[in-house]
Each structure stands twice: as C-alpha cells, then as structure tokens.
C-alpha cells in the first residue's frame, strides 16, 4: 500500500455502494488522490468513471484527458452541480389522491 500512501484508507470509509465521495483540501492533493484511487480501483478490478469535481481546474483537466466528467450528479440523494457548487434534493415525490368509492 505504499504506492498508495493518500488513498489507502479511503475505499474504507468514502466508498458508499458505487460511489467514492471525499473531500480533499487543495488541487494537488486532488490530483494525487485521483490518480490513487483510480490506480487501486484498478488493481482489485474496479474501474473508476463519471468523476464529479467542483475545481474548474481539474474540470478541464478530465475534459482533456477524455475521461467522462459530469456536471451534475446524484449521491446517495443529494443533487450537486459541481458548476455552481450548490446541492439539491435529488429525490422524486409522487403525489397520489385517494378517493372514495363510488
């Protein structure tokens, strides 16, 4: 696990069903992480895609780089639109009349 120094711990706590959410400081360690996590998942056969960034850096990094990067995405629930950095309910309602009988 030493090639894996930052992103080591993570699946552990930060892997919810299909989805990998963490919270990381600063750009590099962005980077870094990525590059970790996507190097690991590999190595036990999970691939990694549809990354969801709020950095317009690595935004247009993962354009570059062709890899599949969405703008706005639902995690466990939770709407985020990594443009404008807010969150929404990502649930839908349904709303049902009940009637009497005829």
């Known amino acids: 696990m030493k090639d894996f120094l930052t992103a080591a711990s993570m699946p552990d706590k930060n892997l919810c069903m299909d989805d990998f959410v963490a919270s990381i400081e600063t750009e590099p360690q962005i980077i870094t992480l990525r590059r ?3 190097d690991l ?15 317009l850096m690595l935004q247009n990094l993962l354009r ?13 629930g939770i709407e985020w639109n990594t443009k404008l950095d807010t969150f929404g309910n990502a649930f839908s309602t349904s709303l049902w009349a009940v009637q ?3």
């Open 41 to 55: 998942m590999l190595l036990i056969k999970i691939p990694t895609h549809k990354w969801a960034i709020n950095s």
């Open 64 to 76: 570059t780089q062709v890899e599949e990067f969405e703008t706005i995405v639902k995690i466990l």
């Open 100 to 102: 009497d009988k005829p």
């Open 36 to 38: 970790e996590i996507t």
